[in-house]
């Protein structure tokens, strides 16, 4: 029987240097294709179980997999492989200034060595799903705080990976910027079948979506609510929606990767 967990914590704990673990025995399953919040206190642990997964810290003790792989003692070029798979989200949108928006989108697919006319493709349809085609050739620093994080979360999409996690993305947008960029998470989400885990404060943010949250509380990790089943997202997708179709530009570009993927 396949097996369709996609991020797997067994007895997980996790320090920095010797003090106090900052999460203690963390043990879950999260199934491929699940949207998750992810809450707690600042300071409670959100951001190191999110850099736990993308293998930028490894765990005191436990085991955690990915994809069905163990990654305690893999290789550098293992957890590269792995992190091929993964995109993150910042709240700060790390976007590097010296490129124009187009070129920080792109650069993840130039690092895995795409050809330059089928990056153009993804960017120009990427940049149109997010509403910023016109911005293409703009700095970043010239763009307000919700384009950019637009162009964040373009670049995340761009390499259509199978684990999105997004930490405090929406912590300095307006309500507006914010609930765009939660109906951009969900069409990924509903499209790529990308599994999601979002880091926030906000509980208006979960009371508006009602995901399954995981809460980090007390050095330990609970879940609230049940996984929603993907017809549940992709309703909720259509009701919130305004913005021009989505789907549509997920379509063009799983096609673009298809292309990509036989050249």
Same mark, same amino acid.
């Given at each position: ?72 003692? &893999? ?60 911005? @293409? ?48 998470? &969900? ?11 979002? @880091? ?64």
């Amino acid at each position: 029987m396949e097996d369709n967990t996609a991020i797997s914590f067994a007895n997980v704990g996790a320090r920095y240097d010797n003090s106090q673990e900052v999460l203690s025995d963390v043990s879950f399953n999260i199934s491929n294709g699940s949207f998750y919040f992810l809450s707690g206190a600042s300071g409670a642990g959100k951001t190191t179980l999110l850099r736990l997964i993308y293998q930028l810290h490894k765990p005191s003790r436990g085991q955690i997999k990915l994809f069905g792989k163990t990654t305690n003692d &893999i290789s550098r070029d293992e957890i590269t492989n792995l992190r091929h798979k993964m995109a993150i989200v910042f709240q700060e949108y790390s976007l590097l200034s010296h490129l124009t928006v187009f070129d920080n989108i792109a650069l993840p697919l130039r690092v895995r060595g795409f050809p330059e006319a089928k990056i153009k493709k993804l960017v120009t349809k990427t940049l149109e799903w997010v509403g910023l085609g016109k911005y @293409a050739d703009s700095n970043p620093k010239a763009l307000s705080g919700g384009q950019q994080q637009r162009v964040s979360v373009a670049r995340a999409i761009i390499i259509q990976p199978a684990i999105l996690l997004a930490d405090e993305p929406t912590g300095n947008l307006d309500d507006e910027n914010a609930s765009r960029l939660m109906e951009l998470f &969900i069409q990924m989400n509903k499209m790529f079948g990308t599994t999601i885990i979002l @880091a926030t404060h906000s509980q208006k943010l979960m009371d508006t979506y009602k995901f399954p949250v995981i809460h980090v509380e007390n050095h330990k990790v609970s879940f609230i609510g049940k996984a929603k089943e993907k017809k549940d997202t992709t309703e909720l997708a259509h009701k919130t929606w305004k913005g021009p179709k989505p789907q549509n530009y997920f379509s063009e570009l799983s096609k673009q990767f298809d292309e990509i993927g036989k050249a």
